[in-house]
């Protein structure tokens, strides 16, 4: 599977944005969805992840009620949709697919990810 994020830009500190990422391929809703972002001088770290069926998610403490994820497997896309943005959320944003047995786990570790996009920054101004 090939994915594309995209929808990233400039935000001033407590304003929004809607990350999307788009998959091509088959097979996109055999795979739960992650969100990773890599900071100025940081390592990428986990944001949150989604299961195949989009029934289940899962968040870092650090975006924990202000970032949602949600897909469409009909469209092969995963959204991240992000609220009360601070400066710290300033980093390119990575959408990633994880072709899992199941979703009753859903991974944080990044090295558990096949596939991945390229990228989008997004950057907090205060």
């Known amino acids: 599977v090939q994915l594309q994020a995209f929808g990233g830009g400039l935000v001033q500190a407590g304003g929004s944005l809607r990350l999307s990422c788009a998959a091509s391929g088959r097979f996109f809703s055999r795979y739960n969805m992650g969100w990773f972002r890599q900071g100025p001088g940081k390592e990428r770290e986990f944001v949150g992840s989604?299961?195949?069926?989009?029934?289940?998610?899962n968040y870092s403490d650090s975006v924990k009620g202000r970032f949602t994820i949600s897909r469409d497997n009909a469209k092969n896309t995963v959204h991240l949709e992000m609220n009360s943005l601070k400066p710290e959320d300033t980093a390119v944003y990575y959408c990633?697919?994880?072709?899992?047995?199941?979703?009753?786990?859903?991974?944080?570790?990044?090295?558990?990810?096949?596939?991945w996009g390229q990228g989008t920054q997004v950057t907090v101004s205060s």
């Open positions: 990633a697919a994880d072709w899992a047995i199941s979703s009753a786990v859903l991974a944080t570790d990044l090295r558990e990810y096949d596939y």
């Open positions: 989604i299961s195949r069926s989009g029934g289940r998610t």
